[in-house]
């Protein structure tokens, strides 16, 4: 079974401090990974994903995560927050073996809150 | 155009009460999926159905019947309402086709309160 683990619950950082959100997953294939924003009554929002490739992926708002395959992480990354990257921040794997019964699971999420 | 559709946003009935959610998408994909939030905001896949087949279907209770009509809607239709089925429920679509690699897109949910 497939499974992911964002260890924090929430993340503080100041405005203008880099920031880390931290995502460890497992799969049984290799993996499809993807991160994802919800803001408050809002659904989910994809901001990037790691398919093949490059380890290092960039997307939408200046948001970053790196492909680890040895710490089996995908750690999400930004080098300077803003108040507006105040969200629910979501972490979720795609077994890439699966074919149309391929599922992505969520981790539990972290709260990122930014302040001035 | 909003990519991925649900109505209604909110929904409040009252328990043993049976009721939809409709949700659409209009990009093109073969794939829907019904996840569901719970209060603590964890995400959990629900159904998922590929070219209007149902392809999981995850230990939810028989009270909840997702239905296909064509691969750009799927229906989600609860009978005997329980205060434990309270939630918001996401629909989402992806492209199966490309081996998992399309993200999957998100409705805007709708809050299911049972009172």
């Known amino acids: 079974a497939q499974s992911v683990a964002q260890p924090e619950d929430q993340v503080n950082v100041a405005e203008g401090n880099p920031l880390t959100v931290k995502c460890t997953y497992s799969?049984?294939?290799?993996?499809?990974l993807f991160w994802y924003v919800q803001y408050p009554n809002r659904g989910l929002q994809f901001l990037l994903k790691y398919i093949t490739g490059d380890n290092l992926v960039k997307g939408s708002y200046g948001f970053e995560a790196e492909f680890n395959k040895s710490q089996t992480s995908f750690h999400l990354k930004k080098p300077s927050a803003l108040v507006s990257d105040s969200a629910l921040y979501f972490c979720?794997?795609?077994?890439?073996?699966?074919?149309?019964?391929?599922?992505?699971?969520f981790g539990t999420g972290t709260r990122l809150q930014v302040t001035l | 155009d909003t990519a991925v559709s649900q109505t209604p946003k909110y929904l409040v009935t009252q328990m043993g009460n049976d009721k939809s959610i409709k949700c659409e998408q209009n990009?093109?994909?073969?794939?829907m999926y019904w996840y569901k939030q719970d209060s603590k905001k964890f995400l959990k896949i629900m159904f998922s159905?590929?070219?209007?087949?149902?392809?999981i279907n995850e230990t939810v209770p028989n009270r909840f019947s997702p239905k296909s009509p064509d691969k750009a809607h799927l229906n989600l239709h609860i009978n005997s309402l329980e205060l434990g089925d309270s939630a918001v429920y996401f629909c989402?679509?992806?492209?199966?086709?490309?081996?998992?690699?399309?993200?999957?897109?998100f409705g805007q949910g709708t809050r299911l309160t049972v009172v």
């Open positions: 979720a794997v795609r077994d890439s073996g699966t074919g149309t019964a391929s599922k992505l699971t």
């Open positions: 990009l093109g994909h073969d794939t």
């Open positions: 159905y590929n070219n209007k087949e149902l392809i």
């Open positions: 989402a679509s992806s492209q199966a086709g490309t081996g998992g690699r399309t993200e999957a897109f």
């Open positions: 799969v049984s294939g290799n993996p499809y």
